[in-house]
């Protein structure tokens, strides 16, 4: 089992970056396909960004490519998101999540962990 804790988030203007951090409890964290979700009230969570177990590959929506950046650090049992040129549409709730492969973490099972999630608010 894996406890995830996110941080980093706030409030931060139009244009600005944040760098949001997930730390994981559990000595398998490094074998866990990793993601960030988001969601702004009213509407359904929505994949953002995810990393494979070692790094060799990320994956981004469309909104986000060239904006976020998804890194992690198996030493440190954590994820990063770095998100750069920020826009109101960006303001929600990130969450963090562990999965055994990007179509669990896609599909949101049972078998994906989730932290608690981390406010984030762009303003205009």
């Known amino acids: 089992q894996v406890q995830l804790v996110e941080s980093g988030g706030g409030l931060v203007q139009a244009g600005g970056s944040l760098r949001l951090s997930c730390a994981a409890s559990?000595?398998?964290?490094?074998?866990?396909?990793m993601g960030w979700f988001r969601q702004a009230p009213g509407k359904e969570r929505e994949f953002v960004a995810a990393?494979?177990?070692?790094?060799?590959?990320?994956y981004y929506a469309d909104s986000m490519k060239g904006r976020f950046t998804i890194s992690r650090d198996n030493a440190k049992n954590t994820v990063y998101l770095q998100m750069n040129s920020l826009k109101p549409e960006d303001t929600a709730v990130y969450y963090c999540?562990?999965?055994?492969?990007?179509?669990?973490?896609?599909?949101?099972?049972?078998?994906?962990?989730w932290g608690q999630g981390t406010q984030v608010t762009v303003s205009s």
């Open positions: 559990g000595r398998t964290f490094s074998t866990y396909t």
């Open positions: 999540a562990a999965g055994a492969s990007l179509v669990r973490l896609r599909l949101g099972g049972k078998d994906v962990y």
């Open positions: 990393i494979a177990w070692d790094g060799s590959n990320t």
